[in-house]
């Protein structure tokens, strides 16, 4: 039986690959075979997850690109395609926001409003028009969302936060009723709490609030990019050739079942 997992022959651009989380599913890209573009503002960051994927037998291209200049966004998948031959697999990882963009509601300003919209919605929107409009001409292509279970439900101190999520979800969703005619796959994987740096400085900076948080998770730990790397991977390859416009939760049950004991 044919590795239904393979991606070989493909390409795929990473965007967000500077951090844990993109660089972690750039590789699992490479690992089953794809090339790999990955895309941030940090070109040392990248140069080293490029020279990784290199090391995996892979090619790869570092894009050094700020990803809320939307005017500059089709040039990330044409310099991807210019590098590495095409386009087939875009995973939008890049999100969130710097920390002085969160805030109460009735604190919120319009600049914050905007700053996280841009990076979390807009951006997403016109990087998947300009990869579609190559997957197109190729006979179809699978785009990876990453969004948050702050766009499910209430977000309290991060309003425009879960908006702009609860936005990119519905936009997924419409994209993949959209371009399913072209076989251009729109998926979404809804991130639950993940172990990285900026996590770790954050939400869950103490054992205190560690332990609050590992109380809410019937798998019992907090999760790995790898985690969620195993997801896209997932939706990205020939297993999922069925499967388009859904929201796949990835969060150790939190919020969805009840722990044990």
Known sequence: MADR????????????????????????????????????RDLRQLEEAAAHIRSMGR?????????????ELPSIVSRTVDAL???????????????????????MTEQMWDNMMTLNLKAPMFLCQAAAKVMKERGGGSIVNISSGAGSGASPRMS??????AG?????????????????????VISGLVDTANARTSTFATPEREAMLLKQMPLGRIGLPSDIASAVLY?????????????????????RLRPFG
């Open 5 to 40: 997992f393979s991606l070989h022959g493909k390409v795929a651009l990473v965007t967000g690959a500077s951090k844990e989380m993109g660089r972690e599913v750039a590789y699992a890209l490479a690992e089953h075979g794809a090339d790999v573009a990955v895309t941030a």
């Open 59 to 71: 090619k790869a291209a570092a894009i050094p690109a700020d990803l809320t200049k939307i005017a």
């Open 85 to 107: 031959g095409g386009l087939d697999i875009l995973v939008n990882v890049a999100g969130g926001g710097d920390y002085s963009n969160y805030g109460w509601a009735l604190r």
């Open 160 to 165: 425009n936060y879960g908006a702009a999520k």
């Open 168 to 188: 990119l979800d519905n936009l997924s969703e419409t994209l993949a009723s959209e371009w399913a005619q072209f076989r251009i796959r729109v998926n979404v």
């Open 235 to 255: 939706l990205a390859s020939p297993a999922a050739e069925w499967v388009t416009g859904i929201k796949l939760v990835v969060n150790g049950g939190a919020g």
